[in-house]
């Protein structure tokens, strides 16, 4: 581990600190564009020819799959149950050629629960389950997928599945005759979506009981009746200041209410060690609950809380709520409910809309702006509150086709378009995004966010001396804005221009000196340039002001820097502490006791990063190794075996290394290669 290495540290900083660039492909890519016959993810290459799959249970699914059939065969990888839009395009060719071409989604998952899943989304293309991940280890790394081979298993295609659906037809109509060349398909960003979202429980709807499970795994059923019942709905990746700010407030409540009223947490998590330490950090008491799949009917925000009351009518949904607020809707919830009166015309279900939106009650406000709507097609402010009830359940699709539909009214309202540009950027649609930007700097050259959104964007996709254009723009608008100044300094710190990122991160502390990511772009050009003090002093100020796992971490490198091990152990393991769901804390942690000798912890570290980046070879090497130094060779000799699965080619000595413990040679490369 060298960090005297700069690039190489810098690369380490970027990726996983401000995180601007991104590993999918697909994201500096545009509707429109070529799509690549293959990706760095490939692990077949485009004229190899595609190995044998071996399937799990291969007597289940009849047999182990050859590619060597006569027939096309296109086999699209994905997660569980992602991408229903697309796999229900690629439905429709495989219902024309299902005779021609050999068609499967591989996947990972109980059979009958994925059939059923498909089924009810109208896809009916063959299910290989994949539970030992073979296909993304032997074929193409990345999730999603698609790889496409001629009769003979030569691969023609193993790359991305966003591609048009007529550009994939053509190409396999070719591909199906036997003609050459092969035409290239067409990029089309997918919407990801997740099936069908469920039905939000609406305000005023009657519940009577909901199953969930306790900590231990049993059934555990709660019923609506007798008492108010509070739920607070959290997931293990909230935000560890934000739980421990509303688990102390809903905490207070149950001690002060639980004779009165029924308290529950809601966490949706696998990991019951996690959920015990967290709850125990936090001090919360308040009946645990695993959820079972149904937070999402009762809300869309997390963490969050509702109240039924002891009718069992869903009563509140507040988006934010303090112990004030909180106390306040228990007492109302003991006060029979009212419904509220019917709106009689389209602007009075407008303002029922309205209504509903500012309490944060999303769904509700839809459903009144619908029948507001159907009243009458032009209702303006109708169209833009739907939208921006659209946004907030994080609905982009119809969000922007509501937000497009107000630009035609008024085109000349200049919010709509910042709206549409930002829901625009969800969806993938770039040029519409960069286009929306362009019409407000046209009308309003003085525009900062729309200088600060193309520049994002520009940054983003690495066009780092444009993105510096934007913000400088942005910086001539408004010089007292600090959020310019930030983001010009991150794209200098992109361009290797430490002097002008370190000027620019001092004139954003002077505007605003408690945003963390100002000490941290600015420690970070610190480090890299060789200021291992100011680094530190950076970060140390980071933490001051938030406890964030990346300030932990890159002090921790800097306190390397400077061979002071025992605070780099410390930073590494409190940035583990904060994010147990990122595998560089633990890797670098691992290698720290490496370093000190300690083999045993460092195996356990490498091991744990491992599971959360089971695909990574440079992990799976190091605990190779450590398994080695431990004299565990049954468990290094398995480790080395998955690392060649994913060791990048360039890794010429790791691979090295690894084949030779294959061919049980334990003798040579005997010092730790890192």
């Not at 760095?40 to 399937?55: D, E, W």
Request: hydrophobic content about 40%.
């Amino acid at each position: 581990m060298n960090f005297k290495k700069y690039s190489k540290v810098y690369m380490l900083f970027f990726y996983f600190v401000f995180g601007a660039f991104y590993n999918h492909p697909a994201f500096a890519m545009q509707a429109g564009d070529p799509v690549p016959v293959q990706t760095q993810n490939s692990i077949v290459k485009v004229g190899q020819i595609a190995p044998a799959l071996i399937l799990p249970k291969a007597e289940e699914q009849n047999g182990n799959f050859d590619f060597k059939s006569g027939k096309p065969t296109v086999i699209i990888s994905i997660h569980s149950n992602e991408y229903v839009s697309k796999l229900q395009e690629f439905q429709k060719f495989y219902e024309v050629y299902k005779n021609k071409v050999q068609f499967f989604i591989v996947t990972s998952g109980v059979r009958l629960e994925m059939e059923s899943f498909y089924k009810k989304n109208n896809v009916t293309i063959p299910i290989i389950i994949d539970s030992t991940i073979h296909f993304i280890r032997k074929y193409n790394n990345s999730v999603p997928s698609m790889m496409i081979t001629n009769g003979d298993g030569q691969v023609v295609y193993n790359s991305l599945i966003d591609v048009e659906v007529n550009s994939f037809a053509q190409f396999m109509g070719k591909l199906i005759a036997g003609e050459e060349p092969l035409p290239v398909m067409s990029f089309e960003p997918v919407i990801r979506q997740k099936g069908k979202s469920p039905q939000s429980i609406k305000i005023g709807e009657k519940l009577t009981k909901e199953k969930f499970k306790d900590l231990a795994g049993n059934d555990f059923e709660i019923k609506y009746y007798g008492k108010p019942t509070v739920i607070f709905f959290w997931l293990d990746i909230s935000l560890p200041e934000t739980l421990a700010r509303e688990m102390s407030i809903i905490e207070e409540s149950y001690q002060k209410n639980k004779s009165k009223v029924n308290y529950y947490t809601v966490v949706g998590a696998k990991n019951k060690d996690f959920v015990l330490k967290t709850l125990g950090e936090d001090k919360c008491t308040v009946p645990t609950l695993f959820d079972t799949g149904v937070a999402l009917n009762y809300t869309f925000m997390f963490p969050s809380i509702v109240l039924v009351d002891a009718q069992g009518v869903f009563r509140f949904r507040p988006r934010a709520f303090d112990a004030a607020n909180l106390q306040q809707i228990i007492n109302e919830s003991f006060r029979p409910y009212k419904a509220l009166p019917e709106p009689k015309n389209a602007k009075e279900w407008a303002e029922r809309g309205a209504f509903f939106l500012k309490e944060q009650n999303y769904q509700e406000a839809i459903d009144a702006y619908n029948k507001c709507l159907i009243l009458d097609a032009k209702f303006y402010s109708a169209i833009i509150g739907r939208g921006d009830a659209h946004k907030s359940l994080r609905d982009s699709k119809h969000a922007y086709e509501d937000y497009t539909a107000a630009i035609k009214f008024k085109p000349e309202e200049l919010s709509n378009y910042y709206k549409r540009a930002e829901m625009a950027c969800d969806l993938r649609r770039f040029p519409q995004m960069l286009a929306d930007y362009n019409k407000i700097i046209e009308s309003d050259p003085r525009a900062i966010k729309a200088y600060l959104g193309r520049g994002n964007y520009y940054l983003n996709n690495r066009q780092t001396e444009l993105a510096v254009a934007d913000f400088t723009k942005a910086i001539e608008s408004n010089p007292q804005e600090p959020e310019a100044f930030i983001k010009r300094g991150d794209s200098y710190l992109s361009m290797n221009k430490y002097a002008e990122a370190i000027a620019d991160y001092d004139k954003a502390a002077s505007l605003n000196p408690s945003d963390t990511r100002i000490f941290i772009g600015r420690g970070s050009a610190y480090l890299i340039t060789g200021q291992v003090s100011k680094a530190i002093t950076e970060f140390s100020n980071s933490i001051a002001v938030k406890s964030e796992p990346n300030s932990y971490y890159l002090r921790g490198i800097a306190y390397y820097r400077q061979g002071r091990l025992d605070l780099t152990l410390a930073d590494f393991t409190r940035c583990i502490e904060l994010d147990p769901y990122k595998a560089y804390g633990y890797y670098q942690r691992g290698i720290i006791h490496h370093l000190r000798q300690e083999e045993v912890e460092a195996a356990k570290d490498f091991s744990a990063a491992g599971k959360v980046s089971p695909r990574n070879g440079v992990i799976l090497f190091a605990l190779a190794q450590s398994l080695e130094k431990n004299q565990e060779q049954d468990k290094a000799l398995e480790a080395y075996q998955l690392a060649l699965e994913y060791l990048h080619e360039d890794e010429t000595e790791k691979i090295a290394k690894a084949k030779s413990r294959v061919e049980a040679d334990w003798d040579s490369y005997p010092e730790w290669i890192q």
